[in-house]
């Protein structure tokens, strides 16, 4: 029995025919995916795997600047906050502007990355723990913003945020609402599961021929000895500009997108904690590993709703009542994981192949 | 005049509290080269641990003094946070030393999100009022106004700052701690016993948040689970503004901060014509860290640091 399905495993893997057929059998899988939780366990859980899915994005964008350039960024919901609010401006009675998303998605995306660099510039000269402060401190200064930009004149809507915002429409298929193509109904939920599970892939794609490009290879160069990496003829400002400016963007194409879903915004959904979550799945995953990331964040995103959905019912049957609230318990499990992994599996759950070999050999020159 | 004087006033309390906490980050930084990141939260705790007992104490009727209640919740604060202090750097740091430099941090993040969520747990998600011990009397100062609790304050911090000066410079304990801040392998050569100093390191800084968490939830009458975050965010900015790893730079830097802020969000009305209020406040302290660390990376006292690659 065993030798049967390790046959199939290798047929699908290094067979072209089995190639092509695993790769369906994946597509179809993620086709119905929406269709089986709804049916199964409803349709917030749909609704679940697409904030998951952004999750992805962001740490996918999180890692260029951590994993792979090696510099800790403890701000980077800022350049969500960013995304969203271009978005929700914009699309939105707040301001009576309704652009269409394939105009705001970019724009978003390249006021991130100015943002970006706007805080790479003055802290290239940084290192690690140094700068994850002055990354801190920005994202904070950019959601005290978001919060108090209501007066006198009223930018942001303060506290109470942006409401009424625009939901994507595809070629005038509006994603706000149940549509039907063939037949079959295709709630909005469903239909941005489907752009972002694209979107998250080409993300994925870009990243990982990055990973293996001129520029990858610097970023790495830089993480590993960056006055080698000068002395090796990398231009080691613009190329750590580029990590800041890259990632960000990838957190303002999401940011948007979260607009669209979410249909509201408000600064607290970009406090310093999401950063941290982000954080979190970049280095539970795996830093520096593009699968790796993608698990971390899938893993982390749906865990605290899987506890939220288990965990107080079986507290009250055990116990007779809730001692731990869900939100409690993820933050005390987000803090022990990340306490543990770095001491147990410092590389991650899934570590990229290289990174392991570094981690487990032994080292011959520490940090002194 | 009067209001100019004021934020003096106001910003020196609020500094020298900046400055205790900063202490504590820049003493574990010169040994270690580390940023303890969990730092603000010890001070959380102590304020949170003295609350709980002045409450205990206060309920129980025993008819306990004032003055004695107030040293017991005091020293009841310190001995939790230095274990807290001691058992951090045990757990979260000591394993890690020789690892990359982001792992550290890494687990010092998650000690932080730790303490809060268990201590969240255990207080609640609520506001605490800090019971007033001595009744503030305000004493009028040139037009200003000062509390006999904040002068409290100063003075207090002004002693202990005296202290740890005192331990590093003129103790056994403080010349090693000097020694190993300089160079760690050559002092365990010279028979410090680096992994004790460490250690007391990080208790003596754990003590001086403790001291530091009674003083400012006094001084605002308020406590809660989540205010160690901003209030260790801002401590640090002092140190590094001082240049961090030198003891009388934290202080200085303390202070220097707590005026910044206090004058700047006294005055930004004013400067902006309206445009921006005083809850801006928060955004000086950052603002300040990155122009230090873009301008004068050492900090306004330190020493040329090398980069550690």
């Known amino acids: 029995m065993r030798a049967d399905w390790q046959r199939l495993l290798y047929w699908f893997r290094r067979d072209a025919r089995g190639r092509w057929i695993g790769l369906a ?28 899915l952004l999750y992805a994005m962001l740490a996918l964008g999180l890692n260029i600047v951590v994993g792979f350039a090696g510099l800790l960024d403890l701000g980077y919901i800022a350049f969500y906050a960013v995304g969203a609010y271009a978005y929700a401006l914009l699309a939105s009675p707040h301001f009576g502007v309704h652009l269409p998303w394939w105009v705001l998605l970019p724009v978003g995306a390249v006021l991130a990355a100015f943002f970006g660099v706007v805080l790479g510039a003055p802290t290239l000269r940084l290192r ?100 080698a990496a000068q002395a090796m003829g990398i231009n080691t400002r613009n190329i750590k500009l580029l990590a800041f400016a890259m990632g960000a963007t990838f957190g303002g194409v999401a940011g948007g997108l979260f607009s669209s879903l979410q249909g509201f915004v408000s600064p607290e959904s970009f406090a310093v904690w999401e950063s941290i979550t982000v954080l979190c799945m970049v280095v539970l995953g795996g830093m520096g590993h593009v699968a790796g990331v993608v698990l ?12 939220r959905h288990t965990a107080a019912p079986l507290q009250q049957q055990l116990l007779g009542k809730v001692i731990l609230d869900p939100e409690s318990l993820r933050m005390l499990l987000f803090g022990l994981a990340l306490i543990l992994v770095m001491l147990l599996r410092p590389a991650g759950l899934w570590p990229s192949p290289t990174r392991r070999r570094e981690l487990t050999s032994t080292r011959v020159s520490g940090t002194v | 005049m009067d209001i100019f004087l004021q934020q003096i006033l106001n910003g020196l309390v609020l500094g020298s509290v900046y400055a205790l906490v900063a202490l504590g980050y820049t003493m574990v930084y010169g040994i270690l080269g580390l940023i303890n990141f969990a730092h603000g939260e010890v001070v959380m705790v102590g304020a949170l641990v003295s609350l709980s007992v002045v409450e205990l104490l206060m309920g129980s009727g025993l008819g306990i003094p004032v003055p004695a209640v107030g040293a017991l919740a005091l020293l009841a604060a310190i001995s939790v946070c230095m274990g807290l ?59 200003a106004t000062i509390t006999n609790v904040q002068i409290l304050i100063i003075v207090v911090s002004a002693l202990i700052m005296a202290g740890l000066m005192g331990l590093v410079h003129f103790t056994r304990l403080g010349r090693a701690m000097r020694a190993t801040a300089e160079n760690p392998v050559v002092a365990g050569l010279m028979g410090v016993n680096i992994n004790r100093i460490i250690s007391a390191t990080f208790i003596i800084g754990s003590a001086l948040a403790a001291i530091a968490g009674v003083l400012v939830s006094s001084n605002y009458g308020i406590a809660h689970y989540y205010m160690g975050f901003v209030l260790g965010l801002k401590a640090f900015t002092a140190a590094v503004l001082g240049g961090i790893g030198n003891l009388p730079g934290a202080m200085v830097g303390g202070l220097l901060l707590g005026l ?17 209020g005083s809850h801006y406040q928060d955004v000086f302290a950052f603002l300040v860290l990155i122009m230090v660390l873009v301008f004068r990376p050492t900090g306004l006292l330190g020493e040329r640091v090398s980069e550690r690659a």
């Open chain 1, 25 to 52: 059998l994946i597509v179809v899988a993620l086709a119905v995916l929406p269709f089986v939780l709804e049916a199964s366990v409803g349709r917030t859980w749909v609704r679940i795997i697409d904030l998951a």
């Open chain 1, 296 to 307: 971390g964040a899938l893993l982390l995103a749906t865990l605290p709703e899987l506890l």
């Open chain 2, 260 to 276: 910044i802020e206090s004058l700047g969000a006294g005055y930004i009305g004013d400067l902006t014509g309206g445009f921006l």
């Open chain 2, 85 to 143: 202090g001691f058992s951090i750097e045990r757990v979260a740091y000591r394993p890690l030393r020789r690892a990359p430099r982001l792992a550290p941090l890494i687990t010092a993040i998650g000690v932080s999100i730790l303490l809060q969520t268990v201590a969240m747990l255990i207080w609640g998600r609520r506001y605490h009022t800090v019971p007033a011990l001595i009744p503030p009397t305000p004493h009028t100062l040139g037009g």
């Open chain 1, 128 to 227: 690690g723990d140094y700068l994850a402060i002055v990354t801190l401190g920005f994202g904070e200064i950019i959601r005290i913003f978001l919060n108090n930009l209501n007066a006198p004149i009223n930018i942001t809507n303060g506290p109470q945020g942006v409401n009424l915002i625009d939901t994507i429409a595809i070629d005038g298929v509006s994603f706000a609402k149940t549509n039907t193509l063939l037949g079959i109904p295709f709630p909005g939920t469903h239909l941005h599961y489907y752009l972002f599970l694209l979107i998250a892939v080409l993300v994925m794609f870009v990243c990982m021929r990055l990973e293996d490009s001129r520029i990858g290879r610097a970023w790495v160069a830089i993480r590993e000895d960056e006055i």
